[in-house]
T-cell receptor
Framework: SQQGEEDPQALSIQEGENATMNCSYK?????LQWYRQNSGRGLVHLIL?????REKHSGRLRVTLDTSKKSSSLLITASRAADTASYFC???????????FGGGTRVLVKP | NAGVMQNPRHLVRRRGQEARLRCSPM?????VYWYRQLPEEGLKFMVY????????ESGMPKERFSAEFPKEGPSILRIQQVVRGDSAAYFC?????????????FGQGTRLTVV
């Protein structure tokens, strides 16, 4: 199975609600990153959290990392219709040669 | 500073033809990655290149696929004798430093359709 598995696969919420998605991975990492992809477009980097960090904020985004459980979560607060997209976590692995992506969480924010 | 530029955005090829996908990294970036994405799936790593060197090609199919990043010009992903299963979106990313230690910047992708 993949390094980096997101849960849930799909999420539908109302505008203004919070959206939480999780990512689990299998091997040791140096960092974990979250990306957003709008339909038919390229990926946009959201946030990078290093293995020695536990929590990081960026605007309405909050990312946590638990290396003992090999898991991370992405919280989007006060969601907007424009947040509708697929969200992917990606890990680098100790070799750091490449990012390995999970299957993504498809988020639909209804106005 | 232009972002990562991929062309063409859409490419249609008949089975057996060759597909050439081009990627110009961001200015100052010397590390390029190619990923493939099937509909409703995540990105699958294909190859990591630095100028004139292939660093990691562990995700490349053994046959028909090749990649290069010459000293001058864009990185090229080449698929020979395409088959229907090659239909996918191919994304290129670049970064300023080694591997995945920092943020990667993605292009808009090339959507390859094999008919």
């Amino acid at each position: 199975s993949q390094q980096g598995e997101e849960d849930p696969q799909a999420l539908s919420i109302q505008e203004g609600e919070n959206a939480t998605m999780n990512c689990s991975y299998k091997t040791s990492i140096n960092n974990l990153q979250w990306y957003r992809q709008n339909s038919g477009r390229g990926l946009v980097h959201l946030i990078l959290i290093r293995s020695n960090e536990r929590e990081k904020h960026s605007g309405r985004l909050r990312v946590t990392l638990d290396t003992s459980k090999k898991s991370s979560s992405l919280l989007i607060t006060a969601s907007r219709a424009a947040d509708t997209a697929s969200y992917f976590c990606a890990t680098d692995g100790t070799a750091g040669n490449k990012l390995t992506f999970g299957g993504g969480t498809r988020v639909l924010v209804k106005p | 500073n232009a972002g990562v530029m991929q062309n063409p955005r859409h490419l249609v090829r008949r089975r057996g033809q060759e597909a050439r996908l081009r990627c110009s990294p961001m200015k100052g970036h010397s590390h390029v990655y190619w990923y493939r994405q099937l509909p409703e799936e995540g990105l699958k790593f294909m190859v990591y290149l630095q100028k004139e060197n292939i660093i990691d090609e562990s995700g490349m199919p053994k046959e028909r696929f090749s990649a290069e990043f010459p000293k001058e010009g864009p990185s090229i992903l080449r698929i020979q004798q395409v088959v229907r299963g090659d239909s996918a979106a191919y994304f290129c990313a670049s970064s300023p430093s080694q591997g995945a230690r920092t943020e990667a910047f993605f292009g808009q992708g090339t959507r390859l359709t094999v008919v």
